[in-house]
């Protein structure tokens, strides 16, 4: 949901504005003294690059699959369903994924 922050060109007022979606209309008059508002870019909300958000998520993903490992049962082998794989070219039917017995 975007948001945008307005500065109105009668007394100065900053306000912030949440937008339904990108696509909706710029609020027009100032809620104080009704003078225009001019929107501005926004002091909080700034867009983050790809980048950004990868380098954000990665410690939370590597801590999540760290606490699966260590919640697993101690007798689990991680290759376990790696080594029962087949590749495709010797799978018996289309579609299915298909593992030794
Ligand atoms: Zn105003």
Redesign the pocket.
């Known amino acids: 949901m975007p948001i945008y922050e307005y500065r109105?060109?009668?007394?100065?007022?900053v306000s912030s504005v949440y937008l339904r979606s990108f696509g909706s209309a710029d609020p027009t008059s100032?809620q104080?003294?009704?003078?225009d508002l001019r929107r501005i870019i926004s002091r909080v909300a700034y867009i983050r690059s790809e980048m950004d958000k990868l380098e954000q998520l990665d410690p939370k993903y590597h801590k999540m699959v760290d606490q699966a490992i260590a919640n697993a049962p101690a007798n689990s082998d991680p290759d376990y369903h790696m080594n029962r794989m087949v590749p495709f070219s010797q799978a018996k039917e289309k579609g299915e994924p298909y593992f030794k017995e």
């Not at 109105?8 to 007022?13: H, I, K, L, R, V």
């Not at 104080?32 to 003078?35: E, H």
């Open positions: 109105c060109d009668g007394c100065g007022e100032c104080l003294c009704g003078g």
